[in-house]
């Protein structure tokens, strides 16, 4: 792989989730993107697919898929949730997701009455034992 | 990555230079360094440098050379050079395929002939033992001897519109080399003590074979030389290209480049199954009427008695979304009618009104931003008009493709290499 684990940029104060999913809690609402791992395994990302403003899911449903040149991947939950906004800018320039996955490269926001699958996430060093485990 | 996987002798390069690494063939080659995406583009706007040395190659000489290769080889090497279809003859090469008596392809191959029966064939990674072996079967006493070169030869392609201004900084005779080089020709050799060493040489005396060949449907050049030469090589292509752009590229850039550039891939868009009726017919060797053949080989009674034919087309989509193999086509009323063979985005080209254009195009239309395109080959059971719109279906969705006489528009492959420098 292009990048040692060690250089994985890993964000303080959001959660982390198996399928490399983050969550970030952002006053009443949370976003949702894909971590640092996960961009630089799936290469040049050229399409985000994304859902709905309003649509429900639950942890763990598939909101929508990440092209790269070499292969679409499915997103997953990583927390239930009424989808309140999606990253527009991704449609022009999908790879913000590559260059900034924790800012810019945002993909979704949510509002969930029920933080308990955000609290059941992991926090950096328990993802970063997880990816030392891969 | 199969831990049994071999390495060529850039392994060490490609990691160093933060290759993302696969499996391919039974080698872990790079699939890409920083950006497929950057690679792949390299490629039409200034060059791109190709590790192809898990790529396999035979030698084929002697008395019956020729007929052996004719025997089992799909075109017609008495009649395949330019329009007026010559024999090959030395300093010329000729695409085709090695068929099973079903008429099912074993590999591709690029038959070169160094002198009067003296040919190299190069094949794809993994097949020098399998296709030595086939031809080694069908010499039936005749003088021919044939010599597996698999991992003894280093190969590298430098690829795309800057590929001779590249080589000219490291060759000893570039003027004289560069004259009178068409598409499919070649010159040199990698064997110090073969006749032909001397006509390429690099700088510091290296002989090789450049050829002017290559899988992105651009112009530019295969190297081959002998292995304890190839890191060199390697290395002086990359110095020399620095100041132009050149751009060392993965396998997965080579992938979208050949299918853009309607190249199949062996294996899988040709393989285990008749071959007939593909974008590659003129790798058989058609009668002018192109009812009957011009000369008998291994596969051909198949080929003509065919009871269920089958028909590969290539497509273009209409933004870049792919679907992942294993895929269906679907006609216009939904119906399943074939699968998908290879499903690719050629990140260069885009759709603008009812024409595919490429960044390279130099009429290409102001306003339309050109995104990329998915792209492949289709194997369906009816035959197909180009325009005729399908579906294609995964496990995950749907997308429209068009089916398309050529994809990526304006290539360089064939341009007059005195244009080129």
Not at chain 2, 238 to 244: D, I, Q, S
Not at chain 2, 289 to 310: H, M, Q, R, W, Y
Request: charged share 25%.
């Amino acid at each position: 792989m292009a990048k040692e684990i060690n250089d994985i940029i890993l964000k303080d104060g959001i959660q982390y989730a198996e399928d490399h999913e983050w969550a970030q809690q952002t006053g009443e609402t949370f976003k949702i993107g894909i971590t640092d791992y996960a961009q630089d395994q799936l290469g040049d990302i050229v399409f985000v697919e994304l859902p709905e403003v309003d649509t429900e899911f639950s942890k763990g449903d598939e909101f929508g898929t990440v092209e790269s040149t070499k292969a679409v991947s499915e997103l997953y939950m990583p927390m239930g949730g009424r989808i309140v906004a999606v990253n527009e800018r991704l449609a022009d320039e999908p790879e913000l997701v590559n260059n900034s996955p924790y800012d810019d490269g945002w993909m979704i926001e949510i509002a969930t009455d029920d933080t308990g699958d955000f609290d059941a996430l992991m926090g950096k060093d328990a993802y970063l034992d997880m990816l030392k485990g891969l | 990555m199969g831990s049994d996987s071999k390495k060529t002798l850039l392994h060490a390069w490609h990691t160093a230079n933060g290759a993302n690494m696969a499996d391919f063939g039974g080698y872990e080659m790079p699939l890409w360094y920083s950006s497929a995406k950057n690679e792949h583009l390299s490629v039409l706007t200034h060059a791109g440098a190709f590790d192809t040395s898990h790529m396999a190659s035979l030698l084929v000489s002697g008395k019956d050379a020729y007929g052996l290769l004719q025997q089992c080889f799909t075109n017609d090497m008495a009649a395949c050079i330019g329009r007026e279809k010559k024999a090959l003859f030395p300093g010329r090469c000729v695409y085709g395929a090695f068929l099973n008596e079903a008429g099912e392809v074993i590999d591709d191959a690029i038959i070169f002939q160094i002198a009067e029966g003296r040919y190299m064939v190069v094949i794809n990674a993994g097949m020098g033992g399998a296709i030595a072996a086939h031809l080694e079967a069908h010499k039936s006493g005749g003088d021919s001897e044939i010599t597996d070169l698999t991992d003894r030869l280093g190969k590298m392609d430098v690829q795309g519109p800057l590929a001779a201004k590249v080589l000219e900084k490291i060759l000893a005779s570039p003027d004289t080399v560069f004259d009178r080089m068409p598409y499919f020709s070649f010159k040199g050799h990698f064997d110090a003590s073969a006749p032909e060493a001397d006509v390429v040489r690099l700088t510091d005396g290296t002989p090789m074979l450049l050829s002017r060949t290559g899988y992105t449907g651009e112009f530019g050049f295969e190297l081959f030389v002998a292995p304890e030469h190839f890191v060199k090589l390697w290395e002086m292509v990359m110095a020399a290209g620095e100041a132009l752009g050149l751009t060392a590229c993965g396998l997965a850039a080579r992938d979208s480049l050949r299918a853009g550039a309607v190249l199949p891939l062996s294996h899988q868009d040709i393989g285990p199954w008749p071959f007939l009726n593909t974008p590659w017919n003129f790798a058989l060797p058609y009668d002018d009427a192109g009812t009957g053949f011009t000369k008998s080989f291994i596969g051909d009674s198949a080929l003509a008695n065919v009871a269920a034919p089958e028909y590969t087309y290539p497509f273009a989509g209409f933004d870049l979304r792919k679907v992942t193999l294993p895929a269906a086509v679907l006609d216009a009323d939904g119906k399943e009618i074939g699968t998908v063979l290879t499903c690719a985005t050629d990140m260069a080209i885009g759709r603008h009104q009812d024409r595919i254009y490429s960044i390279a195009s130099p009429d290409r239309p102001e306003d339309g931003k050109i995104k990329g395109l998915c792209c492949g080959f289709v194997k369906v059971r009816t035959p197909l008009d180009a325009g005729s719109i399908l579906q294609l279906k995964d496990a995950r969705r749907k997308i429209k493709v068009r089916i398309e006489t050529d994809i990526r528009p304006d290539r360089t492959a064939r341009k007059p290499l005195k244009e080129m420098r």
